[in-house]
C-alpha cells in the first residue's frame, strides 16, 4: 500500500476575521451544491507553459471546532474533495483561518491523500506529484481568498453608500 503524502499551502486575504468564517462557509455551500473544479496552474510544473489543467471534483467541507491551538477557541473546516478517477486522487484535510491582521485572515489548508497507482505513483509523487498537489491546494485558496475579498470589497462599497448588502 502507497504511503500518504501529506501537503501544507497558506495564503493571506484581504478580508477580516470577524467575516472570514462566514464567507468561507458561504463559497463551501456553492461548491458543494454546484459541483466545482480544482485546477492546476501549469507554470507551477513547468514555468515556461501557461494555462491550467481542470478537473471537476466534489468539495464537501463541514465546521468544525478546532482544538490545534490550546487555550484559543476556534473552528475549522474539514475539507474532502473527490474527483471520481484514479488519476486524481482524494483529498482530505483541514483548513484554518487565522487572524493575521487588523484587515487580514490566513488561510492555511493542510491536508493528506493516497498517491494512485502503488509504487510508480509514489515515485511520480516524490518527483512532480506532490508539486501538483499544492498548486491543486493554492488554486482552491486562491479562489476562496478572491472571493471573500471581492464579498468584502462589495460590504464595504455598500456601506460608503449607505445601502445594506
Same mark, same amino acid.
Given at each position: 500500500m502507497?504511503?500518504v503524502?501529506?501537503?501544507?499551502?497558506q495564503?493571506?486575504?484581504?478580508?477580516?476575521f470577524?467575516?472570514a468564517?462566514?464567507?468561507a462557509?458561504?463559497?463551501?455551500?456553492?461548491?458543494?451544491?454546484?459541483?466545482?473544479e480544482?485546477?492546476v496552474?501549469?507554470?507551477?510544473?513547468?514555468p515556461?507553459l501557461?494555462g491550467?489543467?481542470h478537473?471537476p471534483?466534489?468539495i464537501?467541507?463541514?465546521? /468544525?471546532p478546532d482544538?490545534?491551538?490550546p @487555550?484559543?477557541?476556534h !473552528? %475549522?473546516?474539514e475539507?474532502?474533495w473527490t $474527483?471520481g478517477?484514479?488519476?486524481?486522487?482524494d483529498?482530505r484535510?483541514?483548513?484554518?483561518l487565522?487572524?493575521?491582521?487588523?484587515d487580514?485572515?490566513?488561510?492555511t489548508l493542510e491536508?493528506?491523500? /493516497?498517491p494512485?497507482?502503488g509504487?510508480? @505513483?509514489?515515485?511520480? !509523487? %516524490?518527483l512532480?506529484g506532490r508539486r501538483i $498537489?499544492r498548486a491543486?491546494?493554492?488554486d482552491l485558496l486562491?479562489?476562496?481568498?478572491?472571493?471573500m475579498?471581492?464579498r468584502q470589497?462589495?460590504?464595504?462599497?455598500?456601506?460608503?453608500s449607505?445601502?445594506?448588502?
Amino acid at each position: 500500500m502507497t504511503a500518504v503524502s501529506r501537503v501544507l499551502v497558506q495564503r493571506s486575504t484581504r478580508c477580516p476575521f470577524s467575516v472570514a468564517h462566514e464567507y468561507a462557509a458561504a463559497f463551501f455551500a456553492r461548491a458543494a451544491a454546484g459541483g466545482a473544479e480544482v485546477g492546476v496552474p501549469l507554470k507551477s510544473l513547468v514555468p515556461t507553459l501557461g494555462g491550467r489543467l481542470h478537473e471537476p471534483v466534489r468539495i464537501v467541507a463541514m465546521q /468544525r471546532p478546532d482544538d490545534a491551538e490550546p @487555550g484559543r477557541a476556534h !473552528d %475549522a473546516f474539514e475539507v474532502c474533495w473527490t $474527483a471520481g478517477t484514479r488519476f486524481f486522487p482524494d483529498f482530505r484535510g483541514t483548513l484554518r483561518l487565522r487572524i493575521a491582521s487588523v484587515d487580514e485572515t490566513l488561510l492555511t489548508l493542510e491536508g493528506e491523500y /493516497r498517491p494512485p497507482f502503488g509504487a510508480l @505513483g509514489a515515485v511520480f !509523487d %516524490a518527483l512532480i506529484g506532490r508539486r501538483i $498537489a499544492r498548486a491543486t491546494m493554492g488554486d482552491l485558496l486562491d479562489r476562496l481568498a478572491v472571493e471573500m475579498e471581492t464579498r468584502q470589497a462589495s460590504l464595504r462599497g455598500s456601506a460608503a453608500s449607505g445601502t445594506t448588502a
